[in-house]
Nanobody
């Protein structure tokens, strides 16, 4: 088991910034990727960003086109925590943001929901216009 806890959501005006945190615990040695997804009301959960790491391919980051250049995913190894720095926020970024952890060593870009094994409860991000 790898429990995951998100934090850092809130209300911000358009153009503002927020930083989300995702802390993993438990069997963290089995984690090979962590990602962020979001779900707006009435919409399906969608990929936002992912960070993968392995001994043979090193570290890799991927972003949805809608957030490239505005969002940055980073990791603190010592804390088993990944962050999502969100800048230049737009009203359309409003959603519940979920952190997810992958442990099966699937490889690839980890942009699909089915790549992940453990999910957090989500944190609300609201961007006002």
């Amino acid at each position: 088991q790898v429990p995951v806890v998100e934090s850092g959501g809130g209300l911000v005006q358009a153009g503002g910034s927020l930083r989300l945190s995702c802390a993993a615990s438990g069997r963290t040695f089995s984690v090979d990727a962590m990602g962020w997804f979001r779900q707006a009301p009435g919409k399906e959960r969608e990929f936002v960003a992912a960070m993968t790491w392995s001994s043979w391919s090193g570290r890799r980051t991927d972003y949805a086109d809608s957030v490239k250049g505005r969002f940055t995913i980073s990791r603190d190894n010592a804390k088993n925590t990944v962050y999502l720095q969100m800048n230049s926020l737009k009203p359309e970024d409003t959603a519940v943001y979920y952190c997810a952890v992958a442990t099966r060593g699937l490889g690839g870009r980890y942009t699909s929901l089915t790549d992940y094994d453990y999910w957090g409860q989500g944190t609300q991000v609201t961007v006002s216009s």
